[in-house]
């Protein structure tokens, strides 16, 4: 199974900082990575997909990078409606295996 | 953008089944890949379980197989989890999910919670 390595597990920060979120694969998963949104009690949120593809409707401030093994999301400016946990998650193969989460709070 | 609907949670004794049901509607279910995947308390999201269009290719997580089935029925618009055996470990929200790589519609999700 492909292991997906994602730190911090928490992150605070200011609003309108700029919040950067890693996640690695144990191995090459080429650009299929998707990051989720997850607010407090309520279903996750595709915000990524393609490990780059900004999902219709999600602001621009969220953003994805990388391919192969490691990847990089990013809030460019911090708004108080991003608290929330963030997870990757791969699927170039089954069983698609998700990041532990980061649980970003504000300062 | 579709909506997704589950029901059938509950607390059950460890060993005991449960069948856990999504409902469907807004889009062509019949044309998606669907997904089961969970969240146990305070923890992070695990993916189940995924089955095709036709039901014809099934994928599971190994903590499941051979436990839990995934089945759909397209003339009802409606995606099934059967979880026999079940244990502590399986206590989770369980949430379907639209897609076989990127899951753009949940549900609310359904709490099973296993305990004697």
């Known amino acids: 199974d492909i292991q997906m390595t994602q730190s911090p597990s928490s992150l605070s920060a200011s609003v309108g900082d700029r919040v950067t979120i890693t996640c690695q694969a144990s191995?090459?998963?080429?650009?299929?990575l998707n990051w989720y949104q997850q607010k407090a009690g309520k279903a996750p949120h595709l915000l990524i997909y393609d490990a780059s593809k900004l999902e219709t409707g999600v602001p621009s401030r969220f953003s994805g990078s990388g391919s192969g093994t490691d990847f990089t999301f990013t809030i460019s400016s911090l708004q108080p409606e991003d608290i929330a946990t963030y997870y990757c998650q791969q699927f170039d193969n089954f069983p698609r295996t998700f990041g532990q989460g980061t649980k970003l709070e504000i300062e | 953008e579709g909506q997704l609907v589950e029901s059938g949670g509950g607390l059950v004794q460890p060993g005991e089944s449960l069948r856990l049901s999504c409902a469907a509607s807004g889009f062509t279910f019949s044309s998606f890949w669907m997904s089961w995947v969970r969240q146990a308390p305070g923890k992070g999201l695990e993916w189940v379980a995924s089955i095709k269009q036709d039901g014809s290719e099934k994928f599971y997580v190994d903590s499941v197989k051979g436990r839990f089935t995934i089945s759909r029925d397209n003339a009802k618009n409606s995606l099934y989890l059967q979880m026999n055996s079940l244990r502590a470990e399986d206590t989770a929200v369980y949430y379907c999910?639209?897609?076989?790589?990127?899951?753009?519609?949940w549900g609310q999700g359904t709490l099973v919670t296993v305990s004697s």
């Open positions: 999910a639209r897609g076989r790589n990127n899951h753009r519609a």
């Open positions: 191995q090459d998963i080429r650009k299929y």
